[in-house]
């Protein structure tokens, strides 16, 4: 018996078979590269990204913000927080809420101690160290909770933020097979602190498959490793704890640090302090007693924070971010009246008022980029790129000076300043 094949039907058959085999490969999480992700565990917010298809993209959360913050409070029967909601626990319990863990990592309590005294003694929860007798054993947070430990480490803290991100890198491309990263670390970073940095990857269940240096991420962030017009790059990382200026050399499709120079106490967060304080002041003329004894609100309510020295801190880096991007700001707390009533206090600041206050400070931001074109014996003018890394980089006093300091020529801002080092990390998935 005859019988006729019709070759488009077997063809459609082909591609029906290929298409379910495609969507089931996909589901087991057989997509090309995007089980590694670049990731910028930093010491205010950290950031994911992720490579597809020579695309980057830095993820979200559920919020809609790509910017996590580097905080992790830990909470009774074992639990933990992650980010905002970490954040915004630590108002009511800041003993336990634990942030700027960056700053410990891969450190013995004593060096902590006898190279940053002041910091560590600012900060609401308790340092310690592994071995309680032995100083010169690695730094860590003293808990008093039932199901966690005593002591939880700078590892452990970043393990918390890594497998957050992870989560989240996790969710956005829909598969589980997320496994591997390539991360970024600050070039005076010691081998003990890379390596600690490391364990908190591998603690969280990501193989850490490259080690960059933050800055030379930002310049591939641009991709100016392959612009062969740019010889000279100068970095400036002004982020929450810390102000790095590097200079970089690249050539030939590769970047590397000639020099860095930085401020390991001057950061945003100094800003958002002084901010705070004058906050505090028009807080207590307001309601005619001191910020320290107003009551403690449990949360906070909406776009109210309570009237304490951590909600107004939230709320002095809320007004420092929106001056940036305006001209006035105005927030409002929340306290609780003699008499058990709410009591809302709107406290207000201009940006001429801040680069007022801050400009002693914001000065001292220039001075590593003279001392670090010193030592090398160049000018302003022997440098083809400047690049923005952190927040505050965005401050209109600090992109002016810039500015004005490189003979007119504008820093480069295509790259959002938060997010460069993760998006550079993502560049170089292999």
Known sequence: ??????????????????????????????????????????TTYSVVAISQ???????????????????????????????????????????????????????SLESVLREDEDVAASYEFDLSSEDAANASTAACFSLR????????????????????LRHLATRFVGHDQIDKA????????????????????????????????????????????????VSFILVFDFGGGTLDVSLLFSRSGSVSV????????????????????????????????????????????????????????????RLKRELSEQHEASARCVSTSKRGEPEFVRVSMT????????????ARTLVPIREILVANSMTTNDIDAVVLVGGSTRIPWVREKLTEMFGGRPPLTDVNPDVAVAFGAARMVD
């Open 1 to 42: 018996m005859h019988r006729e094949i019709n070759v488009g039907s077997i063809l459609f058959a082909v591609g029906a078979l290929l298409a379910v085999g495609a969507s089931i490969l996909a589901q087991q999480g057989y997509r090309g590269r995007d089980h590694v992700v670049g990731i910028d565990l930093g």
């Open 53 to 107: 298809q020579d695309k980057v993209t830095v993820i979200a959360d559920q919020n809609g913000s790509v910017l996590t913050p580097s905080t992790v409070a830990f909470l009774a029967q074992g639990a933990t927080l992650v980010g905002r909601e970490a954040r915004a626990h630590g108002i009511q319990d800041p003993r336990h809420t634990i942030f700027n863990a960056k700053r410990f990592i891969g450190r």
């Open 145 to 164: 909770l039932e199901g966690h430990t005593p002591c939880v480490t700078p590892v452990d803290v970043g393990a918390h933020i890594v497998r957050h």
């Open 182 to 229: 390539v991360i970024a670390v600050p070039v005076d970073f010691d081998a003990a602190q890379r390596a600690a940095t490391v364990a908190a990857f591998e603690a969280a269940g990501l193989r850490v498959s490259r080690v960059l240096e933050e800055p030379t991420a930002a310049a591939i962030a641009y991709g100016l490793h392959q612009d062969p017009s």
């Open 258 to 317: 000639v020099d860095t120079v930085g401020d390991n106490h001057l950061g945003g967060e100094d800003v958002d302090e002084i901010i705070a304080k004058h906050l505090t002041r028009q807080i207590g003329a307001a309601v005619g007693q001191s910020v320290s004894r107003h009551r403690r609100a449990d949360e906070e309510d909406g776009d109210d924070w309570p009237c304490t020295p951590a909600g107004i801190r939230r709320a002095a880096e």
């Open 351 to 362: 940006r001429q008022e801040l680069e007022s206050l801050c400009e002693p400070l914001l």
